[in-house]
Nanobody, 123 residues
Framework: QVQLQESGPGLVETSRTLSLTCTVSGDSITTGDYYWSWIRQPPGKGTEWMGA???????YYSSSHRSRTFISWDTLQNQFTLQLSSVNPEDTAVYYCARKKDLGLVRSSDDSWGQGTQVTVSS
């Protein structure tokens, strides 16, 4: 059974770059037909899909976050990483990593999510 675990700083200063890592166990990020995704949920708002890296290593970004987002992977560590530059308090959210069958927020019974990690951007 696949498991995903987010890790990173809980507090980031405005204008800095946020870096989060998702460690995957029970599956290889380079096999299958999945999108290894980053999704966030700001307080009091709905979920936002930020981007993904496919099992073939191709990256996809939402138009809303493209200019500040970079997703990469470390296949030896079976991890993938989100970098969000020039953060501001509106980037405060719970950040989730997920293994998804589809891009975006479309749900599939084959999807798996991490527990999420709270990130607060200080002003």
């Amino acid at each position: 059974q696949v498991q995903l675990q987010e890790s990173g700083p809980g507090l980031v200063e405005t204008s800095r770059t946020l870096s989060l890592t998702c460690t995957v166990s029970g599956d290889s990020i380079t096999t299958g037909d999945y999108y290894w995704s980053w999704i966030r949920q700001p307080p009091g708002k709905g979920t936002e899909w930020m981007g993904a890296i496919s099992s073939r290593g191709r990256t996809y970004y939402s138009s809303s976050h493209r200019s500040r987002t970079f997703i990469s992977w470390d296949t030896l560590q079976n991890q993938f990483t989100l970098q969000l530059s020039s953060v501001n308090p509106e980037d405060t959210a719970v950040y989730y990593c997920a293994r998804k069958k589809d891009l975006g927020l479309v749900r599939s019974s084959d999807d798996s999510w991490g527990q999420g990690t709270q990130v607060t951007v200080s002003s």
